[in-house]
T-cell receptor
């Protein structure tokens, strides 16, 4: 089946630093990728929709200047958490769209901000 | 506003028995529904889906039932196996938006 690679799988950083998370579709081209965030024992919350070659579409309440998304190619989208703070600590998951409504998810990134 | 709800946070069943996971939704525009399985610290993996034009879809031990009038869907796993123990998310989308909206998840524990 289709594979989506997400890197790193976990990261610990100091407050105020920026963290970049990469999401790659390994064996297919994805014009659309999605970024989700999950707090412990809660649902996956869609943060933004990333479209190749255009600006990301952010969900209500998600700060676009805080969570920078770049989808420079058909196989790579990146999420940068800028000036991270402890409240940004969460599990971040990307997904890539293979066919209409058929999503494949990355393995997730556990971010811990000290 | 929780458009997709999984009201049971957890479910425990005996190996070999049937597991039934339920999901309710409120948005009548949803026309495609999916179930995902998730282990801790991993991304969800796709299990099974159903279009709103159907009321049942079966794939091996997994069957999804859709009741549009009740805005309810369920995932049946039979027979349940210990390896099925995980968190199960239902998700829904409307073709006009393409966005997946997830429920809160149900933790299934299958006891040997």
């Amino acid at each position: 089946g289709a594979v989506v690679s997400q890197h790193p799988s976990w990261v610990i950083c100091k407050s105020g630093t920026s963290v970049k998370i990469e999401c790659r579709s390994l064996d297919f081209q994805a014009t659309t990728m999605f970024w989700y965030r999950q707090f412990p024992k809660q649902s996956l919350m869609l943060m933004a929709t990333s479209n190749e070659g255009s600006k990301a579409t952010y969900e209500q309440g998600v700060e676009k200047d805080k969570f920078l998304i770049n989808h420079a190619s058909l196989t790579l989208s990146t999420l940068t958490v800028t000036s991270a703070h402890p409240e940004d600590s969460s599990f971040y998951i990307c997904s890539a769209e293979l066919t209409n409504e058929k999503l494949f998810f990355g393995s997730g990134t556990q971010l811990s901000v000290l | 506003d929780q458009q997709v709800k999984q009201n049971s946070p957890s479910l425990s069943v005996q190996e070999g028995r049937i597991s039934i996971l339920n999901c309710d939704y409120t948005n009548s525009m949803f026309d495609y529904f999916l179930w995902y399985k998730k282990y801790p610290a991993e991304g969800p993996t796709f299990l099974i889906s159903i279009s709103s034009i159907k009321d049942k879809n079966e794939d091996g031990r997994f069957t999804v039932f859709l009741n549009k009038s009740a805005k309810h869907l369920s995932l049946h796993i039979v027979p349940s196996q210990p390896g099925d123990s995980a968190v199960y998310f239902c998700a829904a989308s409307a073709s006009n938006t393409g966005k997946l909206i997830f429920g809160q998840g149900t933790t299934l524990q299958v006891k040997p």
